[in-house]
């Protein structure tokens, strides 16, 4: 019997150690390259560019009421759909896009994070249009914000800033391919930005500002 | 009593590093694929989208018509975009069985050397297939509809097909996941069964995919 309790002792004492290896650990905490300053910034606002949000009930970050319109079916209830106005660099209205992003299985605690599958269709009006995917790392905002303010009730000390792109590309941006008009045939690279601005789980508010750099060198044709 | 102290302590760190590391925390429920092989090579996948129980949301606009209608919620677009020939839509996605397995977005932009139409399918499970085409010309569902007697207003029912993108014309542009480096084209059909007097559209969107891996 001592030696049962001395063994479960051991077992939480171990598990426990590598939950706070797990919390500092740095390697779950990288992110994309700074990107050019030549590259195209679209710029959003949190909520107020949301044209709409579908989450999955296995998806809420904030614990929010999924409505009536919930992803709930098993197959997609680790999805979200985001529809976004973005700005250019006279904060005008200048792109629509859609985000389509799920859980991603590649998530690894030890090396990688939680990671975020984000699907962007871009539209630009009169340009065409842009297909992004990156992996997002979720962690470092789970662990330095969402969880100490939203959940554990700590005071909010931000403004916060991440940079979540981790991928798929060699030097950890995103992807970009122009699919129609003055975009098409063109590749590039991508990395997101965002900075929470505020925080308040009492009154079940939230505020960011994101922006999406791309990075568009190659070809770039006459429109469809 | 200190072995097995020290024992248990590494089997508790090692065990929950190796949990971290190697559990499947965040897989996604995967139904079989419904595919076929294609005659003369490739493989053929439908996808279907039942209106109007899939629509998750449309963006209001001159372009949206009745299209916009019956939306879960309309995506209201900022003044600047109102009068853009630009229609977004999203859809929960079927497998070939009725099974939803996705989730997807229609972008039509109407502007530059002719419409376009592109779709963005995510199966969380497999990934993200990216399809691109000329699009439709602007209100031709409305067009077809009145064609069959439609008025807006008034109820209708029937049956009209609606081909959105015709054989040859739509394209695979990109994919994630296991569609990554797929080539290939795709159709989209529309079937009308009825419309609303409140201009809600019930029928389906048939999406017809061929891929194959280039050699």
Same mark, same amino acid.
């Given at each position: ?11 939480? *004492? ?73 700005? !250019? ?62 959940? *554990?009730?700590?005071? =909010? ?16 941006? #995103? ?50 | 009593?200190?072995?097995?102290? *020290? ?7 090692? #065990? ?8 499947? =925390? ?15 090579? #490739? ?16 963006? !209001?606009?001159?372009?949206? #018509? ?62 993200? *297939? ?59 059909? =529309? ?25």
């Amino acid at each position: 019997m001592k030696y049962l309790f001395v063994a479960i002792v051991g077992l939480v *004492l171990g598990a426990a150690a590598a939950g706070v290896v797990l919390y500092f650990n740095p390697l779950a905490a990288k992110s994309a390259e700074m990107p050019s300053p030549t590259d195209r910034v679209l710029s959003y606002s949190l909520p107020d560019h949301v044209l709409e949000f579908a989450v999955g009930e296995d998806a809420r970050l904030f614990g929010q009421d999924t409505g009536d319109d919930s992803l709930w079916e098993e197959t997609i209830d680790r999805t979200a759909v985001l529809a976004l106005v973005l700005n !250019d660099g006279s904060n005008q209205p200048a792109a629509l896009a859609s985000r389509l992003l799920s859980t991603s299985a590649e998530t690894d605690l030890l090396l990688r994070g939680v990671l975020v599958s984000d699907h962007w269709l871009v539209t630009v009006p009169g340009e065409g249009t842009l297909f992004v995917q990156a992996d997002s790392n979720a962690w470092p905002f789970m662990k330095e914000t969402l969880v100490p303010v939203w959940y *554990l009730d700590q005071p =909010w000390t931000g403004p916060a800033e991440y940079w979540p792109t981790i991928g798929p590309g060699a030097d950890d941006s #995103g992807r970009v391919v122009g699919v129609t008009g003055v975009f098409r045939g063109s590749e590039g690279s991508a990395v997101e930005r965002y900075e929470v601005t505020a925080l308040d789980p009492a009154r079940e508010t939230a505020l960011a500002k994101g922006e999406l750099h791309l990075n568009l060198p190659g070809p770039q044709v006459a429109a469809q | 009593m200190k072995t097995v102290f *020290l024992v248990a302590l590494i089997l508790g760190f090692g #065990g929950t590093l190796a949990g971290a590391h190697f559990a499947p =925390w965040l897989e996604h429920a995967r139904l079989p694929s419904h595919t076929s092989v294609v005659a003369n090579g #490739g493989r053929g996948e439908q996808f279907l989208i039942r209106l109007p129980a899939d629509r998750i949301a449309a963006t !209001d606009g001159e372009a949206g #018509g009745l299209r916009a209608k019956g939306a879960g919620a309309a995506m209201l677009l900022p003044a600047q975009f109102v009068a853009e020939p630009l229609l977004v839509e999203h859809f929960k996605v079927r497998d070939a069985e009725g099974s939803v397995i996705g989730v997807a977005a229609r972008h039509w932009n109407g502007g530059g050397a002719g419409p376009t139409t592109t779709w963005s399918v995510l199966i969380p499970s497999r990934g993200a *297939l990216v399809l691109s085409g000329p699009g439709e010309a602007r209100g031709a569902l409305e067009g077809a509809l009145r064609a069959g007697g439609y008025s807006a207003g008034e109820a209708w029912g029937g049956q009209i097909a609606v081909p959105m993108q015709r054989d040859g014309d739509g394209a695979v542009t990109a994919g994630t996941g296991e569609f990554e480096g797929l080539s290939g084209s795709y159709t989209e059909s =529309w079937t009308v069964a009825a419309v609303d007097e409140d201009g809600r559209v019930s029928g389906t969107i048939e999406l017809n995919t061929i891929t194959s891996r280039p050699q």
